[in-house]
């Protein structure tokens, strides 16, 4: 057997995906299980990334006319209850505080042992998503149609009790935003959920150089309680899809329930349109599968924790003070220049390590550019530069003035390159398929990409075909629901209609 | 009996200061008490400070070379025993979950109810403050000293289940920051404990234009488990205080219970020295306390909402769009502006309401500069300028483009102004006292201002005097621990240390 080049991540993604992804978090010190069920600390080179995020996104819900406002964790039982779809939707996998406070008690062997008490008379949920604590809000604030519409966002942590879980893809905690928005008319609604939704897609593949499908759920996937849910579905690595963000149209199934009631133009007492979208730190977990590589993490520039990292190269000690200072020079003129709109994120890695040791330090982060500067760059006015998204024995050597008038195109060349790659690797592993044997096949194969079908079966008809196949309709593609008639692949029936069909996490 | 000019807000802060206050954030629309006991809905005025105060804190933060992370919101029981003296103190005041699902159960008239079910083998609390699930991951990753120190910084929800509470400040889930460090020394940690210390008396100063006293806690005030407890103590209208900020020195005893150790520099095995320290949406609550006046919230320019109210005065018709554009053209021109690194945060009230109406709603909300533009103003190119810490009837017609050429000094004039108001009336209301029975019939009056005395009691004395009169120590400030020798207020023993005594929120 050949002798394989050593990569910075074992197992390589080809020998064991799930595996691979562990360890590139793990390499990149984004984040830690913890001994709390199903959740995780989230590291600083992690959070940055959604500190990132969250700004970023941030701007777009305000610059739509959305505020930010804050909800009670805790729901009570009752509230809970009164949208029924909802609540069993979530009953399988909600934390319930059940007692307020804690009594030491004396045992056997002498020792003293905490023991819940002070029992309460109804039960709190920890909220798994905001639809109940926050439609109750806006029923107390709806009187007129002039209070109309109510456009709110929640930066939050909620809890869902997932029996497995996976880090940033699956957490008993995790933080997202929750939009929630009330409206006079059902035409409002749906162009906010549409608006939100368009704003995910955007968002995904901009500032995360994710390409998604944006598409409706079918029935059986939709949001529990929404008459419409809208998905961005992003394909990852191993050719799986991961539901990347939602925005849902809620009708007046919430605003019946809670009673959202208003007094509209006509004299007439209305209920609201409501409508809910949100994303979470999953979106990490989806950004990590999509662009890295078996020496580690990948980062697009745009949200990347540090942008850059400098490191100075000094072999000898009497250039050592010269070096760092030329360094910090640098990293001070960069700090001055900015990337869409924000100062450029500059690391001076100033650590007493070997070289060698930093470089793939930095390769398994992700950091974008990583520069070096040593002893005869200083004499030559010259940086080595390094792209994370070239192979890692690839240098540029640049005169240093040259680097920083091209460092933002540098920075957008790296940005683009990470959206063209993914968007060619999703685009080679969608097939369009017309046959159901075919379709059938499919699915033995080890990492199967989606299939697109004309699609007009029954929710138990897609019941029937996902579990078969361990599939699911991932979505329904906006752009292809108005093509040519063509036969349901399953029913024969003919159709305009286009499903999406992938393995997912 | 003279007729009252009538306030905005009823009752006024000498009829009813608490009552004031909560008519101040009704008025507002600050926030909302929920039917989550204790916990209320911040609502998106208020909420848009927090987002102030989080941005500029945090810049303080990272500047200090911390990072932020984010850890579990549940502890398990376990964990949360074994610092005793921490545990003890938050015993009586912790939600428990019990319970990961719901169970629906038919009730006998036939309807189904959920009760929890799924009952965990191990409880879990809901973090009040997170030391010891931050300590346990120090624990993890603290090998060498090389690892040292660790910085880092949660923003968060804490719960505290509290039987009284008022909001802002004291509710049973609250926002906050907890800042969790470790350090191979303990001069170190000291440092850091008045470090950050120094940062939320200046953030207090300069941000909120609140004076605060900077000082240590008496023993029988520290935090559990801390050796040392630094505070910010800020007095409001009441003459209450509040305190604002809290840096712990922590010492071996965290380190100790959750064994973060290090193999030290020369060889041995030591345990870590840390520290922590926090605000909270508290201060918020502070805010209002400190500025606020009968006609409702003042709110100092650096962290309010918005800035600068543009109200256009439309009389007319046929002016109605050029008196529009011209507001909107203004907004402009202000929001390239910026204060204190921040672009101004400007808003243009174009809703279809009475100028009177408009201009109280702005008054009750706190804005610091109203702008009214009328017909007249567009021909003259003059604004009409309403300062908030001026009274209600004061106008000033400027030139616009005077107005615009002082408008950050017209800003920084108005944080000046509140933060002198503030220091005069705390310097007015805390007096020296050298004498018990001065001391005594002191908290006899209905708002007690504060005592400074010479202190050289006991703990047991300590909380004897504060028992009889509803007092704490509220800090021993720290520059007033080495004067002139005076005989101890209670036990007559010569000391050179000051404590500094009040009735508190």
Known sequence: MAKQAKTAIQPTRAE???????????????????????????????????????????????????????????????YFEKEAECAEGFATECAVVTHHRLEATKQEDGSTTMEPAGKLNEPYVIRPTSETVIGAAFARWTESYRDLPLLINQWANVMRWEMRTRMFLRTAEFLWQEGHTAHETKEEALEETRQMHAIYEKFLRE???????????????????????????????????????????????????????????????????????????????????????????????????????????????????????ACEALAKTLRAKSFHGEPLRVLVDKRDLRGGEKKWEWVKKGAPIRIEIGPRDLESRKVCLQRRDQASNEKAFLEKEEFLRNVEDTLQAIQDNLLTRATQFRDANITECNDLSDFEKHWNAEQPGWLITPWAGSTEEE??????????????PLDQQDGEQAPCILTGALTKARAIWGRSY
């Open 16 to 78: 064991d995906f799930p595996e691979w992804y562990q360890q590139v978090i793990k390499g990149a010190d984004l984040a830690e299980n913890s001994e709390t069920r199903g959740c995780m600390v989230i590291k600083p080179w992690g959070y940055a990334i959604w500190e990132n995020i969250q700004q970023q996104l941030d701007k777009y819900f305000k610059a739509t006319g959305h505020q930010n406002a804050y909800f009670p964790l805790l729901i009570p039982l009752s």
């Open 207 to 325: 500032h995360l150089a994710i390409p998604t499908i944006p598409g409706e759920k079918s029935e059986a996937e939709r949001f529990p309680g929404a008459d419409m849910t809208l998905t961005v579905e992003a394909m990852v690595q191993d050719k799986k899809a991961i539901q990347a963000g939602t925005s849902h149209f809620l009708g007046q199934n919430f605003s019946k329930a809670q009673d959202i009631s208003f007094t509209a133009r006509d004299g007439s007492t209305q209920h609201a349109w409501t409508t809910s979208w949100g994303v979470s730190t999953r979106m990490i977990g989806t950004l990590i599968m999509a662009h890295s590589d078996d020496d580690g993490l990948v980062l697009p520039p745009r949200i990347a924790s540090q942008q850059i990292i400098i490191i100075p190269v000094t072999p000898k000690e009497d250039t050592r003070d010269a070096i760092i200072d």
């Open 463 to 476: 019941e029937t075909l996902s579990k078969k196949h361990k599939i699911t309709i991932r979505c329904l």
